[in-house]
């Protein structure tokens, strides 16, 4: 969708928070889909459990 793409180039940061790094090729391939280069700055960090046992939680932070 055009307006969501117009949108996600607001985003200066993004920090992803997942319990296991072993999908980390197939969330690349979709970030890839969605950003355009310069990407915004991220972070990746692993923990062992995440509320109401999602398997990855997103935030991120955008210019206005």
């Known amino acids: 969708d055009r307006g969501i793409r117009n949108r996600l180039r607001n985003f200066a940061h993004r920090i992803e928070v997942a319990r296991t790094r072993n999908r980390e090729t197939c969330f690349q ?14 972070s990746a960090v692993q923990v062992a459990r995440l509320p109401k ?11 206005l």
Request: aromatic share 16%; proline share 8%.
């Open 29 to 42: 391939d979709i970030y890839a889909q969605f950003f355009q280069e310069p990407y915004p700055a991220r």
């Open 53 to 63: 046992d999602v398997l990855v939680e997103i935030e991120a932070i955008a210019q």
